[in-house]
């Protein structure tokens, strides 16, 4: 799907170009900048209402129900959502960066929207080995060589994961957050108490009642994620029920506890993803240019970005999004994004 250039849309790629002249992505080392008020963070409300008829494709041990924007041959942006989040988180993005050249992809993860595995005994994991793999097959079935990698919460580790490991299939990496890739034997690690409450939800979903009250109050629990991660987007019903529906998915209660589990050592992953899982115990160092993203008003947990910075060593450059931004910045943020994909993709 293609979008015309409107006047707005003009404006909005002008001011893109520079604010991108404002803050050069660094040529060697890292650099550290602040952008200016991104004005979303107070409710901006989304300028699009959906995407185009969704598209599904086969891909691994999936069918992978995803969006796509832009022309056909121009270079390729996967666009990566999150927990308790969905395509939509990317629903202003998409047409812009469609609008500057992208081919735009934007896949709903495994127990997300219509994605659904091919066969009723493939388990149901959630480990993060098990996410990237599935974005390598999905450019494998979409016959991409090469792409930006773009996204924020689950989507942002699966990024790092692809971009890590397969750094001749990426062009350039956007991670809110920044590097967040786990292992199973960093998390036996206790954390200061203060940070262990941020992780309420993972605890919770370590017992069986907390499964079955994911189960049962998936919406109302997802709710409360967003308004404890972005404490001050004011979102509406109707932006959160959009994305809620995908929640729907047969599949997606499951997914999300064993992912949460399975970081804990409380579940078990599959034999066939050991060896990746043991490259990413060792935390791979980041080569591709990348530039790391976070919201100023984040209430999500999320590392400190000067812990990370040493993990890219590739052009690298760190941008604080300001506005009372939280964690979902691609869509508290959309333009913040999009200048981070088109400014990475030049690199």
């Known amino acids: ?37 991104a004005g979303a963070g107070a409710g901006r409300p989304s300028a699009h209402a959906s995407f185009a008829a969704l598209k599904q494709i086969d891909a691994g041990v999936l ?30 993005v998409a047409p812009v960066l469609a609008s500057a050249g992208f ?57 790092d994961i692809v971009a890590a490991i397969w750094p001749e299939r990426v062009k350039a990496l956007i991670s809110v957050s920044g590097y967040l890739i786990g292992s199973q034997e960093a998390n036996t690690k206790p ?78 992953g599959e034999a066939k993803y050991d060896a990746l899982e043991k490259r990413l115990a060792e935390f791979p160092v980041i080569t591709v240019p990348t530039i790391t993203l976070e919201g100023d008003a984040n209430g999500a947990p999320h590392p400190d970005p000067k812990v990370y910075a040493k993990k890219f060593s590739g052009r690298y450059a760190h941008r604080l999004i300001t506005g009372g931004i939280g964690h979902n910045l691609p869509q508290e943020a959309p333009q913040a994004f999009a200048d981070a994909v088109v400014e990475a993709a030049r690199a």
Do not use: C
């Open 191 to 268: 954390l200061p108490p203060s940070a262990e409450l941020q992780w309420w939800y993972q605890y919770y979903f370590a017992t069986e009642r907390g499964r079955l009250g994911y189960e049962k109050y998936r919406r109302e629990f997802s709710k409360l994620i967003w308004q404890l991660a972005s404490p001050k987007w004011n979102f509406d019903d109707a932006t959160f029920e959009r994305s809620a529906a995908s929640f729907d998915n047969p599949d997606h209660v499951a997914i999300v506890i064993h992912n949460y589990r399975w970081r804990l050592g409380l579940a078990p």
């Open 103 to 159: 081919r735009v992809i934007v896949p709903y993860l495994r127990g997300y929207g219509t994605t659904r595995f091919l066969s009723g005994d493939t388990p149901r994991n959630g480990q993060q080995g098990a996410l990237a793999t599935d974005v390598i097959a999905l450019m494998d079935a979409l016959k991409i060589e090469k792409a930006v990698v773009a996204g924020f919460d689950w989507g942002a580790r699966t990024a």
């Open 63 to 92: 069918n992978i129900g995803y969006a796509e924007a832009g022309p056909a041959n121009g270079p390729v942006a996967i666009l990566l959502h999150g927990w308790p989040y969905d395509i939509y988180a990317f629903v202003d």
């Open 1 to 37: 799907m293609s979008h015309p250039i409107t006047p707005d849309r003009r404006r909005f790629l002008g001011t893109a170009a520079a604010s991108l002249a404002a803050a050069p992505f660094a040529m060697n080392g890292t650099l550290f900048a602040q952008s200016g008020d």
